[in-house]
């Protein structure tokens, strides 16, 4: 059984169901990912789990080697990838702290990533096919494990994912839900599309930290969203649980 990649956003840098077999601090030719690789069990299941931050936290999102974490994951024989992203939430009903999300599109607003696998030495330029993002049959995995987990899951979103590490401005909200944007992060992209060059099949589970900028009261506050995101990660791991013995 080939184990499943878990990529840890903020408020997750551990997972407590875990029985850790080994850590392993590994380099690739993209240089190292954020964090050593946890390859572990989740009710027998093998899983290896990688903070996408690092393992304090530290990493911001466009700072985060997006090409190393997923080379290193797919080194480690890893074929599926889990990814959980903390979001701002725009569509009303989704502005809801602690909301779940299987988005399903993806508008990427990011820039100066390194984003892409075939950039040098090149037999032939590559475009890889990103009409569906996700891998659909991980999307219905994670929808029927947050079923499983007693857990609402909103099955169905456009993620716009931002360049932060700025949280956006009301009218960029605005013009985000113009476009069709559910939800709204900054890690979902260039992630999802390496995911695809490397052939992984990959799907996300985004947990609602806040509404998004323009459409609560007043200003955000690190403090709200952190708070947020600590108590929303319980029903994260519940469904992550259900997941990895389904994936
Ligand atoms: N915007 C972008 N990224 C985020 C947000 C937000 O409002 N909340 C958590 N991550």
Do not use: K
């Amino acid at each position: 059984m080939t184990a499943v990649a878990l990529i840890g956003g903020t408020g997750l840098t551990v997972l407590e169901g875990l029985e850790v077999l080994r850590r392993d601090t590994v380099d690739t030719p993209w240089g190292a990912p954020s964090a050593p690789l946890v390859h572990g069990l989740v009710h027998g299941c093998p899983v290896v789990f990688l903070a996408r931050h690092g393992p304090a936290g530290t990493i911001p999102p466009h700072r985060v080697n997006y090409r190393a974490n997923l080379s290193a994951l797919q080194e480690a024989g890893a074929r599926r990838v889990i990814a959980v992203n903390a979001v701002g939430g725009i569509r009303p009903g989704l502005d809801v702290p602690g909301r779940l999300v299987v988005p399903h599109q993806i508008v990427d607003y990011t820039y100066g990533r390194a984003h892409t696998f075939f950039e040098d030495d090149l037999e032939h330029v590559v475009h890889v096919d990103f009409t569906e993002p996700y891998c659909q049959p991980l999307r219905e995995t994670l929808i029927e494990a947050g079923r499983r987990a007693g857990l609402e899951v909103v099955g169905r979103g456009v993620y716009g994912a931002t360049q932060g590490p700025r949280l956006e401005t009301a009218a960029e909200v605005d013009r985000l839900e113009r476009d069709g944007c559910d939800i709204v992060g900054m890690t979902g992209m260039p992630e999802a599309s390496l995911a695809r060059e490397l052939g992984l099949c990959y799907a996300a589970i985004a947990l609602v930290a806040n509404a998004a900028a323009g459409r609560g009261p007043g200003v955000l506050s690190m403090e709200e969203i952190e708070r947020n995101l600590r108590e929303g990660m319980r029903s994260v791991r519940s469904l992550l649980e259900q997941a990895i013995p389904l994936a």
